[in-house]
């Protein structure tokens, strides 16, 4: 290659041709020159691969390569799971380094499977690439303003013999333009998830019935809709494992009837997630028990997002293990019965097995209760958790790291549609509460308003009765509710041991003689009432302070005469002319 370099270039030097030399001249020259240019191009490239194929890195075998190469897409992938439609993979570029991982990627069927649809060009190279393997699209419409990915992702619903999962995320026109051809059968379809966005008109939207995919998906296992319209007759709703419907407008005229036939029709279901999607129902329809129930014997978790009375219609008509994990959000009104869960809860929680048709071997107790009084917020919250049975044994004491292996298997949000009735949360949280059977109740954790509300101070005896087992309290805000629990009845929680306040900020300015008295949090009012309960011989073992403030060192001496073990971090005030360190001003360590 230096000869042929050397001889076109002595050839220059000795015929003298430059810019002023005839023009054919000048062509011809710069022929030749371009024919040498692609000469030692190649030998370049040549040399290169070579040298490559000496490298150490070459010495794995293409099965090897192929397998690091569907790590590293899937690890992309995993992170990046709705690619945006016109972005091109990073991982694609190990197609780029030399002619090797080149041949072995082009070669490796099925790191081409999880489409991208950047351009039409894109789609007909990994269909090619991927030969017969069966494909997946996770893609996301809604943040791309060009037309050839929506041109592309029709280009790729034309195969739907070969989709094996098919995830979309577009608005209602794009829904209605370019996903017509969901009217192709699906025999390997897996998965199916459409999310549409607000935008757009609401007729502007793709229709789940029975002609979806020709009525034909027997493979279908996982649905998730969002703002579609859909048919609850419709052919795919069946077989089903997972089911997600949210915010859905339905094709006709919906009642609950229907929706207990269509769940019917899924007795291997295991997740099941209905948001806004549930007929409307009265408190008349829930006293329905004529109706033969729905058995789920596989069912893990449930989530239900609607009315009150809706999803309690809904519940009285299903039958699912204990085990499953329960989340309801319940919308209500100042009028609402927020006992009407109630039947449910005793179904869940009761000791007899009743009429169940479903093996019940472990009896399930309520050994954890959080409670989120959320008073600056539209919605409170109950977390009601049972200890993981694997652990469970009745003949010894629990401890304090089984207390956090217990599991929230029922959480219950609240929220209130009348703003003026905020009043009346306290109300509505001890009603629910009395529902929940708290006799075995051991752990309590409560977040509150750091100004609490005097005329409701009695909220945990009310709700949780003498709470005989309890033996664990952590309160997030405010201890105003404690003290004057305790205060209202010293025999309260007989079995207390361990008490954590976060983040509460306690009063450093309290004269009143009866803690009831005070809406705040007081030290002073803390320490009488737990030497109230010492004298009873109901002496608190551990109190623990975390990011609290305004407790001074003789708080501090005086808590220690009636507590058998403080520490914990809280916030310790600088005066004016103090000089200590702004470290030192923030934590002050009780030991």
């Known amino acids: 290659m230096a000869a042929e370099l050397s001889t076109i270039t002595g050839f220059l030097m000795k ?26 191009t190649l030998s370049l490239c040549s040399l290169r691969s070579w040298r490559n194929s000496l490298s150490h890195v070459s010495r794995l075998p293409p099965e090897l390569l192929s397998a690091i190469f569907l790590e590293y897409a899937l690890d992309w992938h995993f992170e990046n799971i709705m690619i945006c439609a016109d972005q091109v ?35 007909d190279v ?12 996770y893609v996301d419409l809604s943040h791309v303003h060009s037309s050839e990915p929506r041109m592309a992702l029709a280009k790729a619903l034309g195969h739907m013999d070969r989709i094996q999962h098919l995830w979309v995320c577009c608005s209602r026109a794009d829904s209605a333009e370019y996903l017509h051809q969901l009217t192709s059968a699906a025999p390997i379809l897996r998965s199916f998830r459409l999310c549409l966005t607000p935008i757009g008109y609401p007729d502007q939207q793709t229709s789940i019935d029975g002609d979806t995919f020709a009525g034909s998906a027997p493979s279908l296992r996982e649905l998730s809709i969002e703002r579609c319209r859909v048919d609850w007759s419709s052919p795919i709703l069946s077989g ?40 409307s129902a009265s408190t008349r329809s829930t006293g329905l028990r004529d109706v033969d129930k729905v058995l789920l014997p596989k069912l893990e978790s449930v989530t239900l997002i609607d009315s009150i009375f809706s999803i309690a219609a809904l519940l009285a008509h299903l039958e699912f293990p204990r085990s499953a994990f329960v989340h309801l959000n319940c919308i209500y009104f100042a009028s609402s019965n927020i ?10 929680f009761n000791d007899s097995p009743g009429l169940s048709q479903i093996p019940r071997s472990f009896t399930r107790h309520i050994l954890s209760l959080d409670l989120d009084y959320g008073v ?4 409170w919250s109950v977390v009601c958790g049972t200890l993981n049975p694997d652990t469970y044994q009745t003949d010894c004491p629990y401890t304090m ?14 929220t209130e549609r009348d703003f003026w009735f905020r009043g009346g949360r306290s109300e509505s949280l001890i009603s629910f509460c009395r529902t929940l059977p708290l006799l075995h109740l051991r752990r309590l954790t409560m977040c509150d308003s750091r100004h609490g509300d005097s005329s409701i101070g009695c909220l945990l005896t009310e709700a949780l009765g003498d709470a005989p087992e309890l033996r664990v309290i952590e309160l997030r805000g405010s201890a105003h509710r404690l003290i004057r629990a305790l205060f209202r009845d010293t025999t309260f929680a ?98």
């Open 126 to 137: 990994l269909l090619a690439r991927s030969k017969t393997s069966p494909l997946s699209i």
């Open 401 to 414: 790291d089984e207390y956090l292996d217990t599991q929230p298997l029922l959480r219950l949000e609240f």
């Open 240 to 279: 089903l494992t997972s089911l997600n419907l949210s915010r859905i407008s339905t094709m006709s005229l919906l009642s609950m009837d229907i929706v207990i036939r269509t769940i019917s029709r899924l007795p291997d279901l295991r997740q099941l997630r209905l948001e806004g999607s549930l007929p």
């Open 15 to 40: 015929t003298g041709i430059n810019a002023t030399s005839s023009e054919q001249v000048v062509q011809e020259t710069l022929d030749r020159i371009d024919k040498e240019i692609e000469t030692v």
């Open 376 to 379: 600056e917020q539209d919605t």
């Open 89 to 123: 993979p990073d991982w694609v570029s190990v197609s780029h380094v030399c002619r090797t991982w080149r041949h072995v990627a082009v070669n490796c069927p099925a790191l081409w499977t999880r489409f991208f649809l950047a351009s039409c060009r894109w789609v």
């Open 339 to 348: 006992t009407i869960l109630q039947p449910f809860i005793e179904e869940r």
């Open 494 to 591: 007989p079995a207390l041991t361990g008490v954590e306040l976060r983040n509460v900020k306690f009063s450093s300015s309290c004269r009143a003689q009866n803690p009831l008295e005070h809406s705040g949090s007081c030290v002073r009012c803390l320490r009488h009432v737990l030497a109230s309960r010492a004298q009873v011989g109901l002496t608190l073992q551990t109190l623990i302070f975390n990011n609290c403030s305004r407790i001074g060192e003789d708080d501090v001496k005086r808590l220690r005469e009636v507590v058998w073990q403080l520490e914990g971090v809280v916030v310790r005030e600088r005066s004016v002319d103090s000089d200590i360190s702004d470290l030192d001003e923030l934590l002050y360590r009780i030991s």
